[in-house]
Nanobody
């Protein structure tokens, strides 16, 4: 069983930056592909970014490409999401997730473990 705890959310003005962290426990971290998703009020949960188990490959949603960067530190069992040039439409609860595969995983249903989420609010 893998437990995930996100942190780093908050209120920021448009154009600002935030760095989210997700600490994992209960499994061999490098055996899991990790992803970030987000869910705004009244909307479906959407894919944001994913990273392979060894951190060698990443993939992003078009809406965040060039602004967000996903990374991981397998020595600290932590995955990060650096968010720059934030826009009001980035406002959402951000959740990290773990999938028992080491590759690029964009499909929400393949993620077995989820954190509780951290709120990101971008003011205009």
């Amino acid at each position: 069983q893998v437990q995930l705890v996100e942190s780093g959310g908050g209120l920021v003005q448009a154009g600002g930056s935030l760095r989210l962290s997700c600490a994992a426990s209960g499994g061999t971290f490098s055996n899991y592909g990790m992803g970030w998703f987000r869910q705004a009020p009244g909307k479906d949960r959407e894919f944001v970014a994913t990273i392979t188990g060894n951190g060698g490959s990443t993939y992003y949603a078009n809406s965040v490409k060039g602004r967000f960067t996903i990374s991981r530190d397998n020595t600290k069992n932590t995955v990060y999401l650096q968010m720059n040039s934030l826009k009001p439409e980035d406002t959402a609860v951000y959740l990290c997730a773990a999938a028992p595969y080491v590759g690029i995983i964009r499909t929400r249903s393949l993620y077995d473990y989820w954190g509780q989420g951290t709120q990101v609010t971008v003011s205009s």
